[in-house]
């Protein structure tokens, strides 16, 4: 019978070939990677005050982006029966997307930083989107996807931690209690000057 497959040849020498050989480069072209470290961003906050600092600081960060998200759902919701409230929809975008063009147009004025504050006008801005769509009888689109996709905000919102603290772990500032006491009650975070 023949022989198929492969065989194994016996050495003829009797010393074992070491395990510990480290690959060596063999020239400026070659790089030794040994160092390769991964980070996930994602991961689940330790405490629900951890968890709320993320979702304030996701808000921040990815504010414009959670907001497109949702604006993106419901957009697509009206295109089919409310002709009329994707028009209102249109027209209060273009009216907010203008507002933002106009703080970033005159960055030092007062009257548009100081005196008016951008969180109430966005804000006015958003109440008179959702009258118009419940006037023009798509509040029921609005309630479906606020319900659908402000779950997926707050969820991306908390597990979403890509920040490196000075000691190299991610998320150790959120281990810092909100508000630190010792023990006679005074804060210690005040600083007199």
């Known amino acids: 019978m023949a022989n198929f497959g492969t065989t194994q040849r016996i050495p003829t020498s009797s010393t074992p070939s070491s395990n510990t050989d480290t690959y060596e480069p063999k020239g400026p072209h070659e790089k030794l990677y040994t160092n390769i470290k991964l980070y996930c961003p994602i991961n689940i906050p330790l405490t629900s005050e951890a968890a709320g600092i993320r979702i304030i600081r996701n808000m921040g960060i990815f504010g414009l982006y959670y907001t497109l998200f949702v604006w993106i759902i419901l957009f697509i ?18 009216v907010t997307t203008l507002y933002c063009l106009l703080l970033r147009a005159f960055p030092n004025s007062v009257l548009l930083h100081r005196i008016i504050d951008k969180r109430v006008v966005l804000g006015l801005l958003a109440f008179a989107t959702a009258l118009q769509l419940i006037l023009t009888e ?33 998320g150790a500032g959120e281990l810092v209690p909100l508000a630190s006491h010792n023990e006679s009650g005074a804060d210690e975070n005040l600083d007199v000057v």
């Open 138 to 170: 798509a509040g029921i689109h609005l309630a479906l996807t606020l319900a659908c996709s402000v779950p997926v905000v707050l969820v991306h919102a908390v597990l979403w931690a890509s920040f490196e603290v000075e000691d190299g772990s991610a």
């Open 77 to 94: 919701t009206l295109i089919p029966q409310r002709e009329v409230s994707l028009i209102l929809l249109v027209i209060m975008t273009y």
